[in-house]
């Protein structure tokens, strides 16, 4: 059982296995073919120089339209090099129409073919090296979408989640597939009993990839939703089939009669018991951020390409990420100021001991005042686009979702803003249509004749596209009417949001709320994500104004006693959160005793899974509650597993 995640190994583990897998497909020197969606990865994990230095690789190319004129050159020039084709198909299944063109046409000795995967993917047992494609044997989904006469050899890389924006998140990259399909809620509603399965096994795949890396046992489990529950199930299934008798022994001498105190918390949540969070504005600077520019995977941007904000190498970074905007000024002017003293701090001595410490320091001074400038010119920027009311009317919606939420606007003036936002047709059509889905939710569905009205004047502003998009969001629950809610498929809340805010103080109140509750990253709103896992540990957020008989205030290990009722409340089923312990069950007759406990202050490890995306602001309140949770004596170290990063933009956007 580990305790200590060091989670900034995954990355030198990928890295390693990757050298070693080029490495032993041949000695001759190799062109990578690699697919668009793996580049971000590659690029992460090492540079091209490490790349040629550590292995036998020259050259990269990208599969594409072109990649069979492209390979057919490289071949003709260097014709003593070998091909590697690097791709990742555990979300679409279909290989690169341009890979299969390259395999029929060009008549290769042996195709070498290195393919993403999990460990504990099921798929890998159909691998073997030696054998025709057209043996007996059943043949790798691979393998099967080639029409080839050569050798195809298929190399597993084994895939884990590594940090890319702090130690304790790890994003798996499976929400979207190759067409930005998001796989927990597809464009289109008959999928996505298919794409949940697929998204479900991937994350299942890492999460037990996970907890075998790290020798982690898992001894309470508590899921948020009916996807969740699955997971939970299916990921305990896995882990019982694969204990050995040394397992058990070790399982049994921690977890058995006598209890040595350790302790692992496995919390799953699901995007469907919050679909308001993600149509929210963002505010803090790691939020501002995704929602102007867009994190791609490598902790680049889509839209500001030549921007890498990596923690590991930027300190700056790791200490703004997830501070409110407004706080930002505030901080980098102290940085400033802090980074001029210890440049004017020059020894006023001839001591050379001291002189040569100055000196040495230096180069790490001029480092950190680049970034605190990189920091100021990027803020600056997005300072410039915020306050342009012209084209962002950012104060605006920020106000409009505030008063949404809290009820300042009644119906009719929340109907009115909106229109009033279509006739002006200054706002993008996503903008528009999430403050639509805002409205919506908070209302627990829009009157009738309010829903149509509001449909009809999108599609006149914005044309019949616009249709395709209003039929999805209404599939999702988030954009409907009241006599259709009650048709949705999905978990959404059976309550109006003015009952949900009360009940667990999602709009808190209190002076200063921003130092004392986790309201900073939103209009003044707490997640509702946050709030349903503190609640497991900290049930003050409910005692005030749901029911003030709670079982307990304060809780080491997650408990859901008494919750059924506030979920029956809010979503309309009293199952959806659900709770197991992993212990091994007790004898007949037997009673667990504890015999240790955790040395003062070491944190428990709570691994918080998140399927269909989480959100920056979200990933911040999480720490918020985390610091919070430490100072009631509940020690905690929460990491983060997540498919994916969602927003607004994204949670919106579908294929048409």
Not at 332 to 357: C, F, H, I, V, W
Not at 365 to 374: C, D, H, P, V, Y
Not at 454 to 479: M, S
């Amino acid at each position: 059982m580990s305790s200590n995640w060091n989670t900034r190994k995954f990355p030198r583990i990928l890295c390693k296995s990757f050298f070693q897998i080029l490495n032993e497909i041949s000695s001759n020197e190799q062109i990578l073919v690699v697919q668009p969606e793996v580049l971000p990865i590659i690029n992460t994990l090492f540079t091209f120089t490490q790349l040629t230095e550590s292995t036998l690789a020259r050259k990269i190319v990208l599969i594409s339209d072109q990649l069979k004129g492209e390979v057919s050159e490289i071949l003709s020039t260097f014709p003593g090099m070998d091909l590697i084709f690097i791709i990742d198909v555990r979300l679409d299944f279909a290989l690169p129409e341009p890979l299969k063109h390259v395999a029929q046409s060009l008549n290769l000795p042996v195709m070498n073919i290195v393919f993403c995967t999990w460990e504990t993917q099921a798929g890998n047992s159909l691998i073997k090296d030696d054998l025709p494609v057209g043996d007996a044997r059943i043949p790798h989904f691979i393998e099967s979408q080639l029409e080839t006469s050569s050798r195809i050899k298929l190399i597993e890389w084994n895939m884990l989640p590594f940090p890319q924006l702090d130690n304790d998140i790890l994003i798996a990259h499976v929400l979207y597939n190759s067409d930005q399909e998001n796989m927990y809620a597809p464009g289109e509603s008959f999928m996505q009993t298919a794409t949940r399965g697929i998204l479900l096994d991937n994350m299942v795949n890492c999460v037990e990839t996970l907890l075998n890396h790290t020798q982690t046992d898992i001894t309470h489990a508590v899921s948020f939703g009916k996807e969740s529950k699955r997971f939970l199930q299916s990921l305990r299934q896995r882990v019982e089939m694969s204990e050995n008798g040394e397992k058990l022994f070790v399982k049994e001498t921690l977890y058995g009669d006598k209890y040595s105190g350790l302790e692992t918390d496995l919390i799953v949540m699901e995007r469907d018991m919050d679909p308001l969070t993600p149509l929210l504005t963002q505010l803090t600077y790691a939020g501002l951020i995704d929602d102007l520019y867009e994190f791609t995977p490598g902790s680049k941007t889509k839209t500001k390409k030549d921007l890498s904000l990596k923690y590991t190498d930027d300190d700056v970074w790791e200490d703004l990420k997830f501070l409110n905007f407004g706080d930002l000024g505030a901080k980098l002017n102290t940085m400033a100021r802090n980074s001029d003293d210890q440049y004017s701090s020059r020894p006023k001595t001839d001591n050379l001991g001291e002189l040569k410490q100055f000196v040495d320091a230096i180069p790490e001074l001029q480092e950190n005042r680049k970034l605190i400038s990189k920091h100021i010119d990027l803020s600056a920027d997005i300072l410039k686009q915020v306050e342009n009311e012209q084209e962002s009317q950012f104060n605006r919606i920020l106000e409009l979702e505030q008063n949404m939420l809290s009820l300042v606007l009644d119906n009719r003036g929340s109907v009115d803003s909106i229109l009033e936002l279509i006739y002006e047709n200054h706002l993008p059509t996503n903008t528009v249509l999430r403050l639509a889905c805002v409205l919506s939710l908070c209302r627990n569905g829009l009157r009738d004749k309010d829903y149509e009205f509001i449909k009809q004047e999108l599609v006149d502003a914005y044309g019949l596209n616009v249709v395709f998009q209003l039929e999805r969001l209404t599939n999702r629950g988030l954009f409907t009417s009241k006599s259709f809610l009650p048709n949705t498929k999905c978990t959404t809340w059976r309550r109006e949001y003015r009952n949900i805010s009360i009940w667990l103080d999602t709009l808190p109140r209190t002076e200063d709320a921003s130092k004392e509750e986790p309201s900073f990253a939103y209009c003044g709103v707490v997640p509702l994500t946050t709030r349903l896992i503190q609640l497991l540990y900290d049930r003050s957020v409910v005692s005030k104004n749901y029911n003030s008989q709670q079982p307990f205030i304060i809780s080491r290990s997650p408990n859901v006693f008494k919750t059924e009722e506030l979920m029956g409340q809010i979503y309309g089923d009293p199952n959806l959160i659900h709770a197991e312990s992993w212990m091994l069950p007790l004898r007949k007759n037997k009673r667990r005793v504890s015999v240790g406990q955790p040395e003062a202050g070491t944190s428990d490890i709570v691994i918080l899974v998140f399927i269909g995306g989480i959100t920056m602001g979200e990933m911040a309140t999480l720490r918020f509650l985390q610091d919070k949770l430490r100072q009631k004596e509940i020690h905690k170290r929460f990491i983060i597993v997540s498919d994916g990063i969602t927003n607004g933009d994204r949670f919106t956007r579908f294929r048409c």
